[in-house]
């Protein structure tokens, strides 16, 4: 690089830095559109809408029914936000709470209407007809219903509806005339199949159309050809794929099993309060200062380059939340803290490798090119492994999990770009301008091999009598609760007390007045608050509490802050994170762990090596597991949101010592055995280990120090994994692929 283009380059990073940096604070125009102020909040950061629905009907609906209605409105809401809840209050009410939604209005109609699609015969049994085709303004084709809808079914007219369709696809097809047209393929249950194939005989039989109803209208009356028996159908209907793949996924939600009326819609403030917001970016802020000053006093001038690439990435991951319009929450600042992390590792992988080639003799700008280069593959291969478990998450994980995998996937990309792009721009600029003294960057030291594999029994030993003592705990805490973990009502349910002061209440007030009256009541550190807009009334949730409890609960408030009785209401309430979600959550976490097994399986042509990382992460998840147990911290969504961070740093960790494995397996003579090929790699590795923890324990350190409860209650656990995750990268990893080496040697000469 020329330094004439040296200094254009500097010049344009300044201004970038300064424009971003304006963005990301003051944002553009009026609206701030950009800036860290306008990025979506989720519910326990910003409030929203919280609704109430009433099931209707002369009995009561089973809790199986109530189930299945929760889970498919958790898959409707998701079209608004994928951080929304859907959970019981008592026998037959269902709550839904949607953050930075306001106008509770725009979405009553369509969330609680039963299922809406329906295939109706084209003639009644009297052989009149149920629709009509008609001709619009514009000469196109129209059907009309002769009858309302609510009629056709009771003479039934209408053999299958939503329930009957297990999948939904947008898709393109051939018409009649060679042209492609946007379809909406349908497969139907088990059931929905004989159901379709007689409808189909029938309609076949009688030379008629068979109409596909859906919000109000006949969308595609197709003409029968045949029966159909293989339960496949298609939607037709001027479609482009956008409307077809929204209508594709409201059919795979299926129609509602209970029939819905809205009972109350209220503005609920934040779970955490703007408190939460303010102690997290103090804490993010003040994190940052100090892995700048770390980077700088550690890398010298490495470290500049690498601190103005890291102001830059925070700066477009605050407007990309914006471009992508991705809700945040507490979950969401995990991945983006995980990503910030893996930033700093892709700088530290990158830097320890221009100091080797100095210590080699290597120009400064040689060594530059060749450290770049060979970080190039761990940097990838780490990265490559968590963008695989963020897709898997977004993709089949449910509420705080995408918002965790969004965040987490932005943060990866954009961290490889500024490290491996933007890091390398700078340094080769400041070259360029004359910083060649090999001091300003550093020089490897050749250090000893340390010998961790021959103390591989005492590390098995030691992560062995640590898990067995987590399932201990858990057993006696099973045997004392009734539950192995402290679980928050995000996974059992509790109860819900509503509460009228006589005064408006900050959401301060309410955690230093009143929330330790509760905590005094129930014995549980796990009390939730939400206040209500525009009035004084205050909802707590907390675990389920006796009759006994809640007349307690009842005389402290009446007694401390004169309350009147009876604006007291308590309702029980179920867990937020319904069974299917759990699931979800852990299909996907397993799905993901076989799809990063197999990628490090072909890209170092060993499946021991991805053996080897997928049971790292199994011995992390144990660990920390262990800590919830013994500890007792409260386990709510903060919890998945933990173990999905501490998954995605740890393989990050275990591969780049597997990439310098691999790397020294091919330079190294292995007469002596691969134990001190196994020791040399992670010994070179050893600083972009301690150094990468450090820096991300520190980012999650300051979060626990001027974070709010629950804040603490997250950073607390995810210090503890970080630990562990570079643990079990230098002391475990590379001793359990010899292990498996050895034991699965022939199976793969």
């Known amino acids: 690089m020329k330094k004439s283009r040296a200094i254009i380059v500097l010049i344009v990073l300044v201004l970038l830095l300064g424009g971003l940096g304006y963005t990301a604070t003051e944002g553009i125009g009026t609206d701030r559109s950009g800036s860290a102020s306008d990025i979506k909040l989720g519910l326990d950061l910003a409030g929203g809408v919280s609704i109430t629905y ?58 609680g209407k039963p299922g809406s699609l329906y295939f109706v015969y084209e003639t009644d049994e009297d052989g009149n007809a149920n629709y009509q085709a008609t001709m619009d303004a514009s000469g196109n084709v129209v059907y009309m219903l002769t009858k309302d809808i609510d009629t056709i079914v009771a003479e039934g007219s209408a053999p299958l509806s939503g329930t009957d369709v297990k999948d939904a696809q947008a898709a393109t097809a051939t018409d009649n ?25 029938r309609a076949y039989q009688k030379g008629e159309t068979l109409g596909i109803y859906y919000d109000g209208q006949i969308i595609s009356a197709p003409r029968v050809q045949a029966a159909l028996t293989d339960g496949k159908a298609q939607i037709s209907g001027n479609f482009d794929y956008e409307s077809a793949e929204q209508l594709a996924s409201t059919i795979r939600i299926g129609g509602l099993k209970v029939e819905l009326e809205e009972l109350h819609s209220k503005v609920v403030g934040a779970q955490l309060g703007g408190e939460a917001i303010a102690t997290s970016i103090k804490a993010g802020l003040i994190g940052f200062a100090i892995i700048v000053v770390f980077m700088i006093a550690i890398y010298y001038i490495s470290g500049v380059a690498a601190s103005l690439a890291l102001t830059l990435y925070v700066e477009l991951i605050i407007i990309l939340l914006n471009g992508f319009d991705i809700t945040l929450t507490l979950p969401g600042i995990a991945g983006i803290i995980l990503s910030v992390g893996m930033a700093v590792d892709a700088n530290v992988i990158i830097f320890a490798r221009i100091r080797e080639e100095l210590a080699e003799g290597r120009t400064i700008k040689t060594a530059i090119d060749i450290g770049f280069k060979k970080a190039q593959s761990a940097i990838i291969d780490g990265n490559i492994t968590t963008l695989i478990a963020a897709a898997v998450l977004a993709v089949m994980g449910s509420g705080t999990v995408k918002g965790f995998a969004y965040t987490l996937a932005l943060g990866i990309v954009l961290s490889m770009f500024t490290a ?80 009228t002061f006589n005064e408006d209440m900050s959401l301060a007030d309410i955690d230093s007045r009143v929330v330790p009256l509760i905590e005094d009541i129930t014995g549980d550190g796990n009390v939730q608050t939400q206040k209500i807009d525009g009035t004084n009334e205050v909802i707590f949730k907390t675990r389920s509490l006796t009759q006994e409890e809640r007349e307690s609960f009842k005389d402290a408030m009446t007694d401390n802050f004169e309350v009147d009785g009876e604006k007291i209401t308590a309702e029980t309430i179920s ?67 933990c173990m999905l961070t501490i998954v995605g740093y740890s393989i990050n960790a275990t591969i780049v010592i597997f990439d310098r494995v691999r790397e020294n397996m091919r330079s190294m003579s292995q007469k002596d055995g691969l134990e001190p090929i196994v020791d040399t790699s992670i010994t070179q590795t050893l600083s972009r280990s301690i150094f990468t923890s450090l820096t991300t324990f520190i980012m999650v350190a300051m979060l626990y120090i001027f974070g709010v409860t629950s804040v603490k209650e997250f950073a607390l656990p995810l210090m503890v994994g970080i630990l562990c995750g570079a643990y079990s990268s230098v002391c475990i990893a590379g001793s359990l692929w010899l292990v498996l080496r050895k034991c699965f040697a022939k199976k793969n000469k």
């Open 420 to 499: 491996m792009v933007v890091t390398k721009l700078i340094m080769k600029a400041f070259f360029a301008l004359g910083l060649t003294n090999p001091k300003l960057y550093g020089v490897a030291r050749e250090r000893k091999a340390v010998q961790f594999t021959k103390k591989k029994a005492v590390f098995f030993t030691a992560s062995l009598i640590v898990i067995i003592a987590g399932f201990v705990f858990m057993g006696v805490n099973k045997a004392q609760t009734g539950n192995p973990l402290n679980y928050s009502l995000e996974f059992v349910g509790g109860t819900s007390t509503s509460v």
């Open 54 to 111: 009433q099931a209707v009907g002369e009995e009561k609906p089973s809790s199986e029914d109530m189930a299945d209605t929760i889970y498919k409105l958790q898959k409707r809401v998701e079209n608004y936000s994928t951080e929304a809840v859907v959970y019981q209050e008592g026998d037959d009410r269902i709550n839904i709470e949607i953050p930075g939604v306001t106008d509770a209005n725009a979405i009553l109609a369509e969330l």
């Open 575 to 641: 867990s937020t994170i319904s069974n299917e979600m759990k699931q979800e959550s852990i299909v996907a976490v397993l799905v993901a762990a076989v799809f990063m097994l197999i990628y490090v399986w072909l890209r170092f042509k060993d499946v021991r090596f991805g053996a080897s990382s997928v049971l790292c992460l199994l011995h992390d998840v144990l660990v920390v597991l262990t800590f919830y147990a013994v500890a007792k911290v409260s386990v709510g969504t903060t919890f998945i949101a």
């Open 177 to 201: 005339m060679n042209n492609s047209e946007v379809v909406v393929d349908l497969t139907m249950t088990g059931e929905g199949t004989k159901k379709f194939a007689d409808a189909t005989t």
